[in-house]
């Protein structure tokens, strides 16, 4: 796995890191959790499932350790386009060379055959996996025990399990706790201060794609990508940030709908985009979004290398 090279030496006595895997099925809160431990939002979070499509790599620093966390797409069969192919390897090879990988599952549902069959797949070797079983907060108490029974027949799988809910914050600091226990003795791979590895460019289309995620229904967010072209100063007035994203999609019809009745929607997706991303860059931007009709973009490699997407062309082929 590739990642920060740091010497074994000079690091303290009984300091803890490593790098921990968060994967499982498409909507069970994995960025919900890695945003909730981090107390900052490094990753995109709606309701539909395969909102991620890359490994988003979050730090989370303890005086006693660090835990680098790799948000991965939900894991699903893969569809008919690039891009979709490699939003799965990515997840699988993500699993590959850590120390320890978080297995999500959607509690409501407990643990399923398409959860094993995923679980059996990923390329884990010996990392020890944590069975999280989100979303407690939507199960009645009575509910919760009949399927903590189910799971224990395939307990021998997991180092741990654990109920947890993300949203609420239930049960993440046990979760947080155990994980820096399995940890081995090591250095700090990133500097105190430093929460995620991506650019503020890809952080910005994350933020606008979301909206439009929530904003859209059926298919289209799924053929609707971000890329971002400007980002820089102005000199007048000082303070103020030039943004320009292009929408991408994939037929004329889709940019009507992106576009709205007289420009609604995308005057509304980004206000939206601009407020959230002035709080949490810290700086005023002024965002100016257009909508172009790209063919079978999500089949570009190199386009999508442009808009940050990891380099897993290869093996999506």
Not at 77 to 102: F, H, K, Q, W, Y
Request: aromatic residues 6%.
């Amino acid at each position: 796995m590739s990642g920060p090279t740091v010497p074994k030496s000079g690091h303290k006595p009984g300091y803890k890191s490593g790098f921990v895997a968060i994967a499982g099925r498409p909507n069970t809160g994995k960025s919900t959790f890695l945003n909730k431990i981090l107390k900052r939002k490094v990753a995109i979070v709606t309701h539909k499932p395969q909102t991620t499509r890359t490994r988003i790599l979050g730090v989370h620093h303890q005086p006693g350790g660090q835990v680098v966390f790799l948000d991965t797409p939900g894991i699903h069969a893969p569809g008919a386009s690039r891009l979709n192919r490699a939003m799965v390897a990515t997840a699988r090879e993500a699993c590959r060379d850590v120390d320890i990988v978080l297995f999500f599952c959607d509690l409501p549902n407990g643990l399923t055959e398409d959860d094993l069959q995923i679980l059996h797949s990923l390329p884990i070797g010996k990392a020890p996996v944590f069975l999280v079983l989100n979303k407690t907060d939507r199960m009645e108490h009575g509910a919760l025990l009949p399927v903590l029974k189910r799971v224990e027949e395939h307990a021998g799988r997991f180092a741990h399990v654990l109920p947890i809910s993300a949203t609420k914050g239930d049960n993440l600091d046990q979760l947080l706790n155990q994980v820096l226990q399995t940890l081995p003795n090591g250095p700090p791979y990133f500097p105190e201060g430093v929460v995620s590895d991506q650019p503020e460019t890809f952080i910005i289309a994350e933020i606008i794609r979301e909206k439009f995620f929530l904003a859209l229904h059926q298919e289209l967010p799924y053929v609707l990508g971000v890329r971002v072209e400007t980002f820089a100063p102005r000199d007048n007035p000082p303070g103020l940030w030039d943004v320009g994203a292009v929408v991408l999609v994939e037929r004329d019809s889709h940019k009507g709908i992106v576009i709205g009745k007289g420009g609604s929607l995308l005057k509304r997706v980004g206000t939206q985009a601009r407020k959230e991303l002035e709080e949490l860059l810290g700086i005023r931007i002024h965002l100016n979004l257009w909508v172009r009709v790209t063919l079978q973009w999500r089949e570009n490699s190199g386009l999508l290398r442009s808009m940050g997407y990891p380099d897993q062309w290869k093996t999506a082929d």
